[in-house]
């Protein structure tokens, strides 16, 4: 193995040198044929802005790449991955199962029930935004107003049954009641649906260790009965609840009413 490694170091040495070679035939013939070696020269300098065009643009740069940086979160916070994310994490743990699926596994099928779930919204977004914006035909305020509506509609319909959260964040921010959705600020809307997915998440939680918890009790009676205390109860139940959710098809129970309950 130590040959196999150190002739394949020398081969990638002599394609290095022969290309740095090829690269240098240019210098080598400037120098023979005595012309004098010129340098690039590169410049990179900040220069005040010649007017408030300049500044409009860079600032829209800025916040360009802002949210390229925040786009993760974007997707985390303002579509059903948060939902799915927290549902896939209880299930896990109410099997009582630690590496099995992996969480790379798990939010990876998160991911993907995200972008089929906000499809819709995903599509009304390019059609309506990003689509004119490329055909000249919108500025960008109008793109960035165009595609923050259907993700607003979308946060808003899974809140309509209980705007508690919205009115919470609307008395901290010391709005007034608002009469119908256009009258909820963004950073309003954010951090409610943020609690409402919240909540949400953890009441399908819930509802969903019942069953296997019960599994766990009527597993420790037995064993307790039994008089094997140094047994530990988890191991005995695991199989048990394993074998309920494959009889029961529980990924697929658990994605038709996840898809479902998104309004």
């Known amino acids: ?21 090829q690269q240098n035939q240019p210098l080598q013939r400037q120098r023979s044929t005595g012309d004098p070696l010129t340098i690039p020269f590169v410049d990179i300098t900040v220069r005040q802005p010649e007017g408030n065009r300049e ?10 790449l802002s949210i390229i940086a925040l786009s993760p979160s974007i997707i985390l916070l303002m579509t059903s991955f948060l939902r799915i994310a927290i549902v896939f994490d209880f299930i896990k743990r109410a099997l009582s199962l630690q590496q099995i ?9 998160a991911l993907f029930l995200t972008l089929f779930i906000m499809w819709p919204t995903f599509n009304t977004i390019y059609n309506n935004s990003f689509k004119p914006f490329a055909a000249g035909d919108m500025s960008t305020e109008e793109m960035f107003r165009e595609a923050e509506r259907p993700l607003r509609i979308f946060m808003y319909n899974q809140m309509k049954n209980s705007p508690d959260n919205i009115r919470l964040f609307m008395n901290l ?9 256009a009258d909820v600020p963004t950073y309003v809307l954010i ?61 697929g129970l658990i994605t038709t009413n996840l898809v479902r309950s998104f309004a």
């Open 1 to 21: 193995m130590k040959k196999r490694y150190f002739l394949l170091f020398s081969l990638l040495l002599i394609i290095t040198f022969q290309g740095f070679a």
């Open 55 to 64: 500044v409009a643009f860079s600032i829209q740069l800025l916040i360009l």
């Open 101 to 109: 699926p992996p969480n790379q596994v798990i939010l990876g099928i």
């Open 173 to 181: 921010s010391g709005l007034p009641k608002p009469n119908n959705l």
């Open 191 to 251: 951090p409610a649906f943020v609690l409402n997915e919240l909540s949400t998440a953890f009441k399908i939680g819930i509802l969903l260790f019942i069953p296997f918890i019960i599994i766990d009790m009527v597993v420790a009676s037995i064993l307790m009965s039994m008089g094997m205390i140094m047994l530990p109860p988890v191991m005995i139940s695991m199989p048990f609840k394993l074998i309920l959710f494959v009889l029961v098809d529980g990924w």
